[in-house]
């Protein structure tokens, strides 16, 4: 078999085969990536907003948010205490759904 005997087509044929045959993984793959590439940078986006607005908020808001909190964790009563028993209506079914 010599050289000259092998015959290569020419690329566009070869583009074209290749396109007429994974055509759908090809346009698949290209709008996951796109996809994907936008949901990173928008996601980089919210990021580096929210991180500019809570360092602001967060001077202003931790201090009042202490003292309460500590007050009310410390006007919570004991589980060791005496605990009240639940009545519930004799002879009828309850609906847990209702308030």
């Known amino acids: 078999m010599n050289l000259k005997d092998i015959k290569i087509p020419p690329v566009h044929l070869m583009l074209k085969h290749f396109f007429g045959r994974f055509h759908v993984v090809t346009f698949t793959i290209i709008v996951i990536g796109g996809l994907s590439i936008a949901t ?23 201090p009042g948010f202490e003292k309460s909190t500590i007050e009310r964790v410390n006007n919570l009563s004991e589980s060791s205490g005496q605990v009240q028993s639940l009545n519930f209506p004799s002879g009828k079914r309850t609906n847990p759904f209702t308030e």
């Open 40 to 62: 990173y940078f928008l996601n980089e986006v919210v990021a580096s907003s929210a991180e500019t607005t809570t360092s602001a908020s967060v001077e202003t808001t931790i």
